[in-house]
């Protein structure tokens, strides 16, 4: 069975920090883990601290690497909180732009219509 390197949540409601885990790519995302290679709380300095020798062991293993946990590994991993309201307004503001978008078509196909105009130089 193939092994996935990633995020284990842990942590309280609202409080949440992670664990970077080796575990079978069956197992539920808080699941039974083979191994802590590290940890990630966004709420106290948001840096991450992770094994890179003991990754380096599961990836010879067969350890695949997750999106996330290869950010981190890399420096470059931004957390972003979950914030259900900004869904609901990005959709709202996603149905206006959408009406404008026919407009610019309707726009467009005006100008397909119409005829060339034709100046007096060259006629």
Do not use: H
């Not at 390197?5 to 083979?34: C, D, H, P, S, Y």
């Not at 966004?42 to 950010?71: F, H, R």
């Amino acid at each position: 069975m193939s092994i996935k390197i990633r995020l284990a949540k842990t942590g309280k409601k609202n409080a949440t920090a992670f664990r970077v885990v080796a575990m079978q790519t069956r197992t539920k995302r808080n699941g039974e883990f083979l191994a802590v290679l590290g940890e990630f709380n966004p709420a106290m300095g948001g840096k991450p601290v992770i094994d890179k020798s003991a990754v380096e062991v599961w990836i010879k293993k067969g350890g695949l690497l997750t999106e996330p946990v290869k950010q981190m590994l890399e420096g470059k991993y931004v957390y972003k909180k979950y914030n259900p309201k900004a869904k609901k307004e990005q959709k709202e503001s996603g149905g206006d732009s959408k009406s404008e978008e026919p407009e610019i078509e309707k726009e467009k196909s005006k100008e397909a219509t119409e005829e060339p105009q034709v100046t007096e130089s060259a006629k």
